[in-house]
């Protein structure tokens, strides 16, 4: 049964993926504690985060071959979300499960509530780091980067999410190019997460590998009901995150004494 659920929590994640384009991890820390029944609060967070880094490194080379990454930017902002991963694990090492649990129940419903208001906003397909552009753009790519990697890092998520519209605020980028772009910050995030989790003995590989199977079928149909249900799109994406307010508060119940 435990195996079963594993597949079925990374179905579920991986059918989001594919419907909504992302957003699926946030919710990956609550099922794999709440449904499949991880030991602790820090073996969810970091058996996620390995499966996440995984997913994201297959979508990455997706979106290389379709020309979606923008390599300047990404390598900028990801050394420093790497930087700041780093620091929110140690944090979250320092902290009790409750604790950490109560903050991530109120970052689902911070980040439902952010993805029910956000438009996706046009911009500038051809933008680029340059010597000309560094002045204007390093400044926010290092700042957003770090801030994204600390969360990233504290929860265990992929933080796309939060990465997306960081990416599109620090460069001007449209969203298309910035979800391509996002997804080498999170395989670099979730590796340095997941890498911390795994030296202090929270990752469970045999979850991870289920998680993993679950999710590859999950986004496949996901992906073919995502291209049926396109004009719908943002009807779905308005569905899902009410949904991760609902698990928030949910959790949010769980935490308290």
Request: overall charge positive.
């Amino acid at each position: 049964m435990h195996d079963l659920l594993a597949i079925l929590s990374g179905s579920l994640i991986g059918l989001i993926l594919g419907l909504v384009g992302g957003g699926g991890s946030i919710i990956a820390t609550p099922l794999l504690l709440y449904v499949v029944g991880m030991p602790s609060v820090h073996a969810a967070i970091g058996t996620s985060a390995a499966g996440v880094t995984l997913s994201a490194l297959g979508n990455l080379l997706a979106a290389m071959r379709r020309g979606l990454v923008k390599w300047p930017c990404a390598i900028v902002f990801s050394a420093s979300g790497m930087l700041g991963s780093y620091a929110g694990v140690r944090l979250a090492l320092l902290l009790p499960g409750s604790r950490i649990l109560f903050l991530f129940a109120l970052l689902m419903i911070a980040v439902g509530m952010i993805m029910l208001l956000r438009k996706d906003a046009e911009g500038d397909p051809g933008v680029r780091l340059t010597i000309r552009t560094a002045r204007r753009m390093m400044p926010w790519l290092v700042a957003i980067g770090f801030a994204t990697g600390l969360l990233a890092g504290f929860f265990g998520i992929g933080g796309g999410f939060l990465i997306v519209p960081g990416l599109m605020l620090a460069t001007g980028m449209p969203i298309t190019y910035a979800i391509g772009t996002s997804l080498v910050a999170i395989t670099a995030f979730g590796a340095v997460t997941a890498a911390s989790h795994a030296w202090a003995g929270d990752v469970i590989w045999r979850d991870v590998g289920l998680f993993l199977a679950g999710g590859i079928a999950g986004s496949v149909i996901g992906q073919g009901a995502g291209r049926l249900l396109e004009p719908h799109k943002r009807g779905l994406q308005s569905v899902f995150a009410s949904a991760v307010i609902a698990v928030g508060l949910f959790t949010l119940y769980r935490g308290l004494p």
